[in-house]
């Protein structure tokens, strides 16, 4: 579902003659990560109970690139108290992300979608590495003791993603799918509209994703 939308959002954007490149990947120089940035990363990692060393991944992968902006689709699981503890951190106070404040509102009104989600196994205890970094997850559901170590790596990744884009010189853009639009004369989700969009609101949704590049 959540390509879906992406391919969808990607279709307006071609038929209105944006030039993109799908499907980015953008390698980590760790040549970039200097002490500052390493004691960010370490902060991140900190926050939500990392084990040892923080770990560093070495490919971002993106839906999208308009010139040095980076599109990134959020979907439910991506908004809990995991990401807001990350959202609080230094990162955000060195570099301004324009999304920041709605990100913790969505975080905050959010996690119980999040909840509804985000209890399956892959997501709730992650690969192996997440119990590695954040220790056993408590049953899925309980968000006491230690919670779900698949949703803070989920989360301590995103907030890798936001800082290794701004070292590398990229602008990232983060598309919530609990933003609304205004369209036909009334505010509808860009979640729904994704699934199915209509020409007659291609207009409205390629002036929303202009705004976010400003």
């Known amino acids: 579902m959540h390509q879906l939308k992406v391919q969808n959002l990607i279709k307006v954007l071609l038929e209105n003659k944006i030039e993109l490149e799908e499907d980015f990947r953008l390698e980590i120089n760790k040549k970039l990560l200097d002490d500052k940035a390493l004691d960010l990363q370490t902060e991140l990692y900190a926050c939500l109970g990392g084990i040892g060393s923080p770990i560093l991944l070495d490919r971002l992968r993106f839906d999208f690139r308009i010139d040095r902006m980076l599109f990134i689709y959020d979907d439910a699981v991506h908004f809990n108290r995991y990401r807001l503890a990350t959202l609080k951190t230094s990162v955000y106070e060195v570099f301004t992300f324009s999304w920041l404040d709605s990100y913790k509102r969505l975080c905050r009104t959010f996690e119980r979608e999040c909840h509804k989600a985000g209890l399956h196994d892959r997501i709730w205890n992650g690969p192996p590495i997440a119990s590695k970094c954040f220790g056993s997850s408590m049953e899925p559901g309980d968000l006491t ?23 590398h010189g990229y602008k990232i853009i983060r598309i919530p799918m609990y933003e609304n639009i205004m369209t036909g004369g009334s505010l509808k989700k860009i979640d729904q509209l994704l699934l199915n969009p209509k020409e007659e609101n291609y207009n409205a949704i390629l002036n929303w994703l202009q705004r976010k590049t400003v």
């Open 145 to 167: 003791g230690n919670g779900a170590a698949g949703w803070k790596l989920n989360a301590y990744n995103d907030a890798q993603y936001d800082l290794l884009t701004r070292l």
